[in-house]
């Protein structure tokens, strides 16, 4: 799918936990780990101090709201021999931040930030003085990821510029059911009272929540994501997708649309603007952010979002069951139109997204050190910490297999397992390193987050994604430029339209705005990107 940069950087962090009702527990003083899992370091006055920005995960956030007092960075010190001074942006606020440290000049020497939403694209951040082109650095001093890289050509296609440049230290997902995380989630004991099945069709959807809201007195029947732009929870193609489109880019039996201009998105407005005026959506619908979210969940004020098998079905059940014993959040399958028909679109990640990059700035004096620590994550000591933290504390090996310890799943102050593991890994965020299939695994303790997978994939999404592609620098500033004039037009466009503050039937000349917005011009940009790709 194609997003503009703010909503690149939530659906990263979409796939990121979210803050969650414990934010007033703190942890038990974290135990010293065992001597097996220190590494041997420069005396403290010899360490290596150098600085590091990036926003701090929100289930971290949680219970630790300075990253230097999380123990996975403490760790990750410690091992390395780093200090590292943190520079942390007020949450949810990442790309606003960045803009103005960038006009600062005062650069940090590492920057978390998703560089490939950089307006005119990564090649010109590097061309513009922020950040290094890192080829020579990662041939010389980063030899595990150097590695990977050779082992993985077609992820190795996808973090670099088209010109050839690597530009950050990336979170890779290493497994292709770690892709799928989100999807429709839907109260399925409130189902059972009323007698009702799973819905499957927008009909179905419709029936439900009418009945949540008339027999249930559910005041937001579904709610989900309005934040950072309007919309933003269904850009994986929730609800949307029936119409057979989405809201960003996609291939349509491989040629490249933009949904937001088809009939089919006019068709999906019509939809929203009759559940919203139904009661049916939630009516702050703009503004719903992932507090509100979870909170509309765990009071029973919705019934049904589009959210994270994770951060959602994770997260609540055990909340809510605790006072509502018979409560069940469980998964439902993308709707459709005609019962039967397998959906068109669902949430699907690349393997490489951007996200959690690592960027190393111009500014930097210390940018072989800051590689160095920085491939730590690629390597098998550093792979283990990054996806199960410390042995013997956050973890045990078992006939081989790193198996998570109660201090993660079963907290004895009563974290969330969210919550635990953020503390001692980044396995369920992001980060320069590769993410592995077996934090999965173990993450997804309830029966319902282990079949929400493979509910939530049962889609033919990949027919319709777009390919990972590099823009030139002057294809990239195009782009942007192009695009968020778009962007705005149909943000503003979606929203009058639901709320009925515009009719459904200006839809037309609304598209006619987009054209003038020389969206063809962007469509064109994109085939030709997609065609140097396939000859790579």
Same mark, same amino acid.
């Given at each position: 799918m194609s997003l503009r940069p703010q909503s690149i950087f939530l659906l990263a962090v979409i796939c990121t936990l979210a803050l969650t009702s414990c934010s007033a527990v703190s942890p038990s003083a974290t135990p010293e780990p065992p001597a097996a899992t220190k590494a041997s370091v420069p005396p403290?006055?010899?360490?290596?101090?150098?600085?590091?920005?990036?926003?701090?995960?929100?289930?971290?956030?949680?219970?630790?709201?300075?990253?230097?007092?999380?123990?996975?960075?403490?760790?990750?010190?410690?091992?390395?021999?780093?200090r590292l001074k943190f520079i942390q942006p007020p949450a949810n606020q990442a790309k606003e931040a960045m803009n103005v440290l960038l006009a600062s000049g005062d650069l940090p020497d590492m920057m978390e930030f998703e560089w490939d939403s950089f307006p005119g694209g990564p090649e010109k951040a590097i061309k513009d003085g922020y950040i290094r082109r890192l080829n020579d650095l990662i041939d010389q001093h980063a030899p595990n990821l150097k590695k990977f890289l050779a082992e993985h050509p077609d992820i190795d296609k996808q973090v670099k510029t088209d010109s050839g440049s690597y530009y950050v230290f990336p979170f890779i997902r290493g497994d292709d059911l770690l892709r799928t995380y989100q999807g429709p989630i839907i109260r399925k004991d409130w189902l059972d009272e009323l007698g009702l099945?799973?819905?499957? /069709? *927008? !009909?179905?959807?419709?029936?439900?929540?009418?009945?949540?809201?008339?027999?249930?007195?559910?005041? %937001?029947?579904?709610?989900?994501?309005?934040?950072?732009?309007?919309?933003f929870g269904i850009e994986g193609g929730a609800f949307v997708g029936a119409y057979g489109v989405k809201k960003g880019f996609y291939l349509d039996n491989g040629q490249v649309k933009f949904g937001p201009m088809e009939q089919g998105y006019k068709q999906f407005l019509a939809t929203m603007h009759q559940w919203y005026a139904e009661g049916l959506i939630d009516k702050n619908?703009?503004?719903?952010?992932?507090? /509100? *979210? !979870?909170?509309?969940?765990?009071?029973?004020?919705?019934?049904?979002?589009?959210?994270?098998?994770? %951060?959602g079905i994770g997260k609540w059940q055990p909340l809510v069951v605790e006072k509502e014993k018979d409560a069940l959040f469980d998964a439902a399958p993308y709707p459709v139109l005609k019962k039967g028909d397998k959906p068109e679109f669902g949430q699907r990640s690349y393997a490489?997204?951007?996200?959690?990059?690592?960027?190393?700035?111009?500014?930097?004096?210390?940018?072989e050190e800051a590689v160095k620590l920085l491939d730590y994550?690629?390597?098998?000591?550093?792979? *283990?910490?990054?996806?199960?933290?410390?042995?013997g504390l956050s973890y045990v090996m078992k006939d081989g297999y790193p198996t998570y310890s109660d201090e993660v799943l079963k907290n004895p102050d009563k974290l969330a397992p969210a919550q635990a593991l953020a503390m001692y890994t980044r396995a369920s965020?992001?980060?320069?390193?590769?993410?592995?299939?077996?934090?999965?695994?173990?993450?997804?303790?309830?029966p319902q987050q282990r079949s929400a997978i493979m509910v939530w994939t049962d889609t033919n999404v990949d027919r319709h994604m777009m390919p990972q592609i590099p823009k030139t620098e002057m294809e990239s500033a195009e782009l942007s430029s192009i695009m968020n004039d778009v962007t705005t037009l149909v943000d503003e466009m979606s929203l009058k339209m639901i709320l009925g503050v515009e009719p459904v039937n200006a839809f037309d000349s609304y598209v006619s705005k987009i054209k003038a917005s020389k969206i063809d011009r962007a469509l064109e940009i994109q085939r030709l990107a997609i065609a140097r790709y396939e000859k790579r």
């Open positions: 403290d006055a010899a360490r290596q101090t150098m600085t590091y920005w990036a926003e701090l995960n929100g289930n971290a956030a949680s219970v630790k709201p300075n990253t230097q007092d999380v123990p996975f960075f403490q760790e990750w010190q410690k091992r390395t021999g780093v099945d799973t819905p499957e /069709t *927008m !009909d179905e959807w419709y029936t439900v929540l009418k009945a949540f809201k008339e027999k249930k007195g559910v005041e %937001a029947p579904l709610t989900f994501l309005g934040v950072p732009n309007p919309l619908i703009a503004t719903v952010d992932t507090k /509100t *979210m !979870d909170s509309n969940m765990i009071n029973g004020r919705s019934g049904a979002t589009i959210w994270n098998a994770g %951060a490489y997204v951007g996200t959690g990059g690592v960027a190393i700035s111009t500014k930097s004096k210390h940018a994550g690629y390597g098998e000591e550093g792979h *283990m910490l990054f996806n199960f933290g410390i042995e965020y992001f980060g320069p390193f590769v993410q592995d299939i077996r934090y999965m695994e173990q993450y997804y303790t309830l």
